[in-house]
């Protein structure tokens, strides 16, 4: 496993732009699929985009294409997540995950966790 620590979030009006960051500790981080996951009150955690270990294939949650875009940077173990057009039902709290295979909408296929951090949409 690698250790996992998102930043980047905070209060945003509808229509405007966060970048989330997760940095990652190990050696290892390069050989890791990494996916973004959300968490709104009172729903269950979904899927929001994974990016393969070369970020030479990206996977997104429908409702999230053309607004969100997730890349890496393998030399700095940082994964991003550019949110643009925010709405409020993007609100909610953002967990970085990893795994080692292939992409994967299923939370329970990954097995290190950051923290998450708040993402707060106004309108």
């Known amino acids: 496993q690698v250790q996992l620590v998102e930043s980047g979030g905070g209060l945003v009006q509808a229509g405007g732009s966060l970048r989330l960051s997760c940095a990652a500790s190990?050696?290892?981080?390069?050989?890791?699929?990494m996916g973004w996951f959300r968490r709104a009150p009172g729903k269950e955690r979904e899927f929001v985009v994974a990016?393969?270990?070369?970020?030479?294939?990206?996977y997104y949650e429908e409702s999230v294409k053309g607004r969100f875009t997730i890349s890496r940077d393998n030399a700095k173990n940082t994964v991003y997540l550019q949110m643009n057009s925010l709405k409020p039902e993007d609100a909610g709290v953002y967990y970085c995950?990893?795994?080692?295979?292939?992409?994967?909408?299923?939370?329970?296929?990954?097995?290190?966790w950051g923290q998450g951090t708040q993402v707060t949409v106004s309108s």
């Open positions: 995950a990893g795994r080692l295979g292939t992409t994967s909408s299923y939370a329970s296929m990954y097995n290190s």
């Open positions: 190990g050696r290892t981080f390069s050989s890791y699929t």
């Open positions: 990016i393969t270990w070369d970020g030479g294939h990206t």
